[in-house]
């Protein structure tokens, strides 16, 4: 008989974008029957420079996770927001944190995939995907994209994040706008279909 497989969702929001597109996520693996638990990276700048950047107080609810747990789930899905087209640097502490997991091919096998936001369209969203393969590569974890299963992703009846490398979601420049149904729907899709995917192959 299989076991359950395990899914973790990693994510680093600052203004809680990627948080909600997260917690759609966890809802789509729930609903596959898969183990999920919600983590976020630890923050990297100080308090101080946070109240500067009117960054809202982190999600009490969600644990931080650490490098060694990564070892215990069967697949990781990480909520990315860009920097400069590329992964913060809260993500990238994290990975680097990871150098113990490389040495014993902890991770060897597993799969992950990405989630993103941006503030505007055409600004990041495949190439902070691009920037995060290296990891699984040198890892060799299996990159799991969503494709274009989800008809939604090709509804140009309004702007939306997310494209066949990942859900997502755009802020606007003033970050005020949220993820929207669509974008919402395509995060639970991707959850959805990461946990099927592991349904298939742990066993
Ligand atoms: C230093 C910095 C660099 C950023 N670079 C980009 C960028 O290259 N493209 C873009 O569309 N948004 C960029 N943004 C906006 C962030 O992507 C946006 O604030 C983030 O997606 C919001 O997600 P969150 O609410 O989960 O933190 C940048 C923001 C900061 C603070």
Redesign the pocket.
Same mark, same amino acid.
């Given at each position: 008989m299989s076991r359950k497989p395990v899914v973790y969702v990693i994510?680093?929001? %600052?203004? *809680?974008? &990627?948080?909600?597109l997260a917690r759609r996520i966890m809802q789509g693996l729930e609903q596959s029957g898969v183990d999920a638990k919600l983590f976020q990276v630890a923050e990297t700048l100080p308090q101080e420079i946070l109240e500067k950047?009117s960054a809202p107080p982190k999600a009490a609810d969600v644990p931080v996770i650490t490098a060694a747990q990564l070892a215990e789930a069967d697949g990781f899905l990480f *909520?990315v927001? %860009?920097? $400069?087209? #590329?992964t913060?640097s809260q993500i990238k502490a994290f990975f680097d944190s990871c150098g113990q997991l490389w040495s014993t091919g902890a991770l060897y096998g597993k799969f992950a995939g990405c989630f $993103? +936001? #941006? +503030? +505007?369209q055409a +600004? *990041?969203q495949e190439t902070t995907a691009l920037s995060c393969v290296p990891f699984f590569v040198h890892h060799g974890i299996n990159f799991v994209p969503i494709g274009y299963k989800s008809q939604k992703l090709g509804d140009n009846s309004d702007i939306h994040g997310g494209s066949p490398w990942g859900a997502g979601? &755009? #802020?606007g420049a003033d970050?005020k706008r949220m993820p929207s149904q669509l974008e919402l729907d395509v995060a639970h899709f991707q959850g959805l279909e990461f946990g099927n995917l592991l349904k298939r192959v742990v066993h």
């Open positions: 994510y680093y929001s %600052t203004y *809680g974008h &990627i948080e909600r950047m *909520g927001p %860009t920097r $400069f087209g #590329t913060p $993103f +936001s #941006t +503030s +505007s +600004s *990041g979601t &755009i #802020t970050g």
